[in-house]
Structure formats: structure tokens, C-alpha cells
């Protein structure tokens, strides 16, 4: 979902908004692809092929990372998502250095005549494609296994509301404009003719020179209209607060709003705080409440951070005295009849089988790799020896 939505920001930077449809669907292509290609050629199997997609990738990517460094329409470029954020230009040096170790696998692809069997270099095609597929489809349906962004589980929003002492803070250069003899002429701060009264101000313009430091989490609010900006009051407070997700409502999947509504009654028993966080317009909250029959509040706030927050549309988080004790997707979301009246020792349970769950992917993964490799090698000796 990441990358959709920095798809969808290039191509609305560049005005071809007529293919934002093909983001979410060129997202999984390109990390699938990416991947298989990645582990084709350190595996060394169907290396022809593999070096051709490597050397086509990075011919396509090296130059159109440089345009995006020069124009600078996105300001990160999104490559790692949250794990790992790059500058344009970083990019574009990342690129030129992977660029040219592409370039040695591509013109020694015919060094070594590759005997391993047919049957090995589909194997490895085949695992890299469900390893890929796979965590695409898992991430979608639920939520990723490790989330990089700064609404993680056990992260609190106010200390990632906090600009430390002595951080950086933005420069900018002020453009001043003066008018003389019909003539708008531009000064910097250095030159501008503020003592000489035949030019006349006309206007002072600020230009960001230099980012300073940006807290990881900002422009993060909680408002609306009937009860105003309760930011600092669901961020402090002692109890557990449910918080109900969703960047649009028009664009909501209604599969898990029963088990929404029947959350939220058993958190109104439970004198437990249930709000909606929404970026809709008031008319399509208006509407949305009256058409499922809401009785929780719905509050503004912005885009970036509803999508930052959780990626499902929509999602639910749970907080106390502002930390993220919880986050589920839609699909996932607790019944009533399993969660009791201790939350955190809930959420600890879940993370716990979550982890484990993890782990045991990761090491059976792992042992299949090495098996396939270890064949590989074998296969490899067991060849150079009958010579």
C-alpha cells in the first residue's frame, strides 16, 4: 500500500493522474519482480534471463531517478518505504552503484556455461515468486510483519510529536521584491535597497534552503467541530481509546463494520473511549453515520497521517495515555466475546502468538533456502568432479 500511494504522488506530480488505477497492481508487480530477480542471481540460476531483467531495471530506474533528483517532485522517493528513506539524489547514487555491479553480473552471464538442472532453477523461481507473492497477499489481507513507520505497536505519539533540544531547525532565504521606474526587481537580504526611497516594497518572498529536523510524527490532530481540538485529551488519557481508521469513508471496505459497531457498544459499556479518525468531508461523515447507524464521534484528521497510521481502510488502533497498544486490519478485528476488560495483557497475548507465528516462517523459510542451496552446490561439485 506504500508504494501505491507514492505511485499515485508521481503520477500526479507528473499529470497522469488517468493511471493512479495501475498503482496498486504495479506495486506488487514491481516488488515480485524486484525480489525473484534479486534472489535468481544470487542463487546464480536462470542467470541469462536474470541479468537481462537487471540490466533492463536499472537502465530504466538510473535515469529517471536523476530526473527526479533534478525536478524533485517527491521528496522521497520511497524505494525501502519507511524502513530506510533516501533523498532523491541519495537515490540516484544508490542507483549508480548498483548500476555498475549490474553491469559486471550482465557481461559475465556467458563466463560459466550453468549445468544446473532444470528442475533447481524453477524451484528457486517458484520459491522466490511465493516468498514475494506471499508477503504481498499476507500484508494486504492483514497488516505487514514489521511496521517501520512511527505508528508502530508500543510507540507513543507524543514523544514522536517531540523536537529535541538543539535539532536543526528549517533555513530559509527571504526574496525580496522592490519597485522602481515600472521595474519589479529581486534582492536578498544582503543587497535590498530598504534605505533608498525611490524603490518601493513590493513583497518578500521565503525559500526553504535547508530542511531541519522533522519530528516522525506531525500534523498529527484530533478535531471537530462540536468539541474542538482533542488531541491532548486522547493522547494523556489514563483509559483505553479505541481508535476507528479510516482515510475515507467512500472508499471503506463495509465487510467489518458489524463487528465495528459491535466494538464500539462494548466499549461504550466498558466506559471506554471509541472515536473515529476520518480526512471525509462533514457531509460524507453525516451521511455515513445515518447510513450504519453510528453513535460514536467522528473527528478530522489529516490524510498523510491516516495512511501512515494504518494502511487497511478501515483500521483500528487501541491507546492509552498515548502509546499504540494495538493495531488490527479490518479482518482482524477483535470479537467481544475474546477480549476482556485487560487490554494490554490482550494485546501482549497477540503479539506474543504473532511473534511466534514469525519466527517459525522465518526459520522453515530459511532451512528451505539452505537446503536449495546446499543441492545446488552438490550439484555444482558433483559436476566439476565428473570433468
Not at 5 to 10: A, I, N, P, R, T
Not at 136 to 154: A, E, K, N, Q, T
Not at 354 to 365: P, Q
Request: proline share 2%; glycine share 6%.
Amino acid at each position: 500500500m506504500g508504494s501505491t500511494f507514492k505511485f499515485k504522488d508521481y503520477f500526479a506530480a507528473f499529470g497522469m493522474d488517468s493511471l493512479a488505477g495501475l498503482a496498486f497492481s504495479m506495486a506488487i508487480v514491481l516488488a515480485a519482480l524486484e525480489f525473484c530477480v534479486g534472489m535468481l542471481i544470487l542463487s546464480n540460476v536462470h542467470k541469462k534471463s536474470a541479468s537481462w531483467l537487471a540490466l533492463i531495471f536499472m537502465l530504466f530506474f538510473t535515469p529517471l531517478t536523476l530526473i527526479l533528483a533534478i525536478t524533485n517532485p517527491v521528496t522521497d522517493c520511497g524505494c525501502f518505504g519507511d524502513a530506510l528513506i533516501l533523498t532523491n539524489w541519495e537515490t540516484f547514487g544508490k542507483n549508480i552503484i548498483i548500476l555498475a555491479f549490474t553491469l559486471v553480473v550482465f557481461f559475465t552471464r556467458n563466463s560459466e556455461k550453468d549445468k544446473s538442472s532444470k528442475l533447481t532453477h524453477n524451484l528457486m523461481l517458484a520459491f522466490s515468486l511465493v516468498i514475494a507473492l506471499g508477503t504481498s497477499y499476507y500484508s494486504y489481507r492483514h497488516l505487514p510483519f514489521i511496521d517501520f513507520r512511527p505508528y508502530h505497536i508500543g510507540a507513543n505519539i507524543q514523544d514522536g510529536m517531540l523536537i529535541p533540544d538543539g535539532a536543526a531547525a528549517d533555513e530559509y532565504k527571504s526574496i525580496f521584491k522592490y519597485e522602481k521606474d515600472g521595474v519589479i526587481k529581486e534582492f536578498d537580504e544582503s543587497n535590498y535597497p530598504w534605505q533608498d526611497s525611490t524603490w518601493v516594497y513590493v513583497d518578500v518572498e521565503q525559500i526553504l534552503i535547508k530542511e531541519g529536523y522533522k519530528a516522525p510524527i506531525h500534523d498529527f490532530s484530533i478535531y471537530n467541530e462540536a468539541y474542538g481540538d482533542i488531541t491532548d485529551q486522547m493522547l494523556t488519557d489514563a483509559s483505553y481509546t479505541f481508535l476507528f481508521v479510516s482515510r475515507h469513508l467512500s472508499g471503506i471496505d463495509e465487510k467489518g463494520l458489524k463487528q465495528i459497531n459491535e466494538l464500539a457498544s462494548w466499549s461504550n459499556n466498558q466506559a471506554y473511549n471509541f472515536i473515529c479518525l476520518t480526512a471525509s468531508s462533514d457531509d460524507d461523515i453525516r451521511a455515513f453515520k445515518e447510513e450504519h447507524g453510528f453513535n460514536f464521534e467522528f473527528y478530522a484528521t489529516d490524510e498523510i497521517q491516516l495512511k501512515t497510521m494504518i494502511r487497511s481502510n478501515p483500521g483500528l488502533m487501541l491507546l492509552q495515555n498515548g502509546t499504540i497498544l494495538n493495531k488490527w486490519h479490518w479482518r482482524d478485528i477483535p470479537k467481544t466475546t475474546e477480549i476482556k476488560a485487560n487490554l494490554v495483557a490482550y494485546s501482549i497475548t497477540q503479539h506474543q502468538t504473532l511473534t511466534n507465528r514469525l519466527v517459525i516462517l522465518s526459520i522453515t523459510t530459511t532451512l528451505l533456502l539452505l537446503i536449495g542451496c546446499f543441492l545446488m552446490l552438490k550439484f555444482r561439485f558433483g559436476a566439476v568432479k565428473n570433468r
